[in-house]
Structures are given as structure tokens and as C-alpha cells.
């Protein structure tokens, strides 16, 4: 599987910023890094994506660092809708070539906000 | 906001009993998924699906799944004979283009809960 590793869990209050990281090392050149989330009950959700810039859009921004083996999502006011798992996602490189149709979902961040 | 959506939202069959999990998804999108959850795990890819084929597909999508595009609207998930370890959460998903080599993003529905007894 794609190699990234997230914490298992993070906490935040309502309204205060949160910033959700992910370690890539192993990224390939060209692969976008994918953000979605998952919320109870429901089915993932697309956040965010982005290749080398950061990129924002109305849920999140997206920090990558400039040697791309890092990211960083950032809500910038966490609600409570906002507690859901977050999943930080690359291309699965274990099948050759890698694949370029499926999303690899690991365990991802357990985000909580408290009110 | 188009959706995919899919149908039904709960359903409890007969261990051996066959089931047909449907999905329609965005209109315009070209790909389509089938992703799985067992409660308390990792989201699984099991299919993908384009030009009427089946482009990729993980060990689990074995001979007693299939899919189909009958129409120009459902996408189909049939498993032949139920198991108990098929009890699970059954996503459907669809994109308009390639993820990873064109950074599309793949839209998921609200699942398909699958009670096998």
C-alpha cells in the first residue's frame, strides 16, 4: 500500500483551527495527494486535493511542503460537524505501475471537537 | 449537489442468498467503484469499472461478485451467494476521470449496509 503515516487521533475545540498532518515519503513525482473524510455513519467525503502548491478551497486548505513528503490539512474553524476520520490518501504503489483508478484508505486521523 | 446514491440503504439476506446492491451515479462521471467497509475497519476498494468493463479489481472481488451497467444510469453490484463475512458496509462511487493521473476526485454515496445471517 501507499506509505503514509497520520496519528491515530487529534482533538480540538469548536472554533479553533486544527491542523491534521500527514508524513509521504515514499511519493511519487507526479501523484496528487488526496484528503477525505469520513463522517459517522456515512460514506467518505472528498476534502481537498493538491500536487505541489498549496491549495484552498471552502472546506480546507492544503499544505505541502516542498519536498512533497509532508502535508498538512488545515480546518481553519472546526465545528462539530467537522468530527469525523480523515484520511490522508496516495497512489498504491504495491501493483506495478501503481494503480490509477482505486483510493487506498489506511486508518486515518480520528479527529474530535468539543464544544 | 449532484449525488450518487444508492439503494436500498439496509438490507438482511440468507447466508447463500444472492443480492443486487444498486447505485446511480453522477450523471456526466465515466468511472465507477465499489468500496466496502466491515464495521470497524479500513474502507476496502473492490471494483472498478469503465467503458463497460471492469478495469481494476482487489482479491476480494472474487467470482461471486460481478457488476453491471444495465443502462445509461445503474451501476450493479451482485454478490451470487451471500456469506457471513460479506456483511458489511457496500459503497458505491463514481468520478469523471482517472484519480491519480488527472487528480480527479472520486464521489462516494451514503452505502449500502448488508446483514448476512
Known amino acids: 500500500d501507499a506509505k503514509t503515516t497520520q496519528p491515530n487521533s487529534m482533538e480540538s475545540n469548536e472554533e479553533e483551527p486544527v491542523h491534521l498532518p500527514c508524513n509521504h515519503s515514499t511519493i511519487s513525482g507526479t501523484d496528487y495527494i488526496h484528503w477525505y473524510r469520513q463522517l459517522p455513519s456515512q460514506g467518505p467525503e472528498y476534502v481537498i486535493h493538491g500536487l505541489t502548491s498549496n491549495v484552498n478551497n471552502r472546506m480546507a486548505s492544503l499544505a505541502i511542503a516542498e519536498d512533497r513528503k509532508s502535508s498538512t490539512l488545515i480546518l481553519h474553524r472546526a465545528t462539530l460537524r467537522d468530527a469525523a476520520v480523515y484520511y490522508c490518501i496516495l497512489r498504491d504503489l504495491a501493483l506495478s505501475g501503481g494503480s490509477n483508478y482505486k483510493l487506498t484508505f489506511g486508518k486515518g486521523t480520528l479527529l474530535t471537537v468539543n464544544p | 449537489e449532484p449525488e450518487v446514491t444508492q439503494t436500498p440503504s439496509h438490507q438482511v439476506t440468507q447466508m447463500g442468498q444472492e443480492v443486487i446492491l444498486r447505485c446511480v451515479p453522477i450523471?456526466?462521471?465515466?468511472?465507477f467503484y465499489w468500496y466496502r467497509q466491515i464495521l470497524g475497519q479500513k474502507v476496502e476498494f473492490l471494483v472498478s469499472f469503465y467503458n463497460n468493463e471492469i478495469s481494476e479489481k482487489s482479491e476480494i472481488f472474487d467470482d461471486q461478485f460481478s457488476v453491471e451497467r444495465p443502462d445509461g444510469s445503474n451501476f450493479t453490484l451482485k454478490i451470487r451467494s451471500t456469506k457471513l463475512e460479506d456483511s458489511a458496509m457496500y459503497f458505491c462511487?463514481?468520478?469523471?476521470?482517472?484519480?491519480?493521473?488527472?487528480?480527479?476526485?472520486?464521489?462516494f454515496g451514503e452505502g449500502s449496509w448488508l446483514t448476512v445471517v
Open positions: 462511487a463514481s468520478s469523471t476521470g482517472l484519480v491519480w493521473s488527472s487528480g480527479n476526485t472520486i464521489y
Open positions: 450523471s456526466n462521471h465515466l468511472y
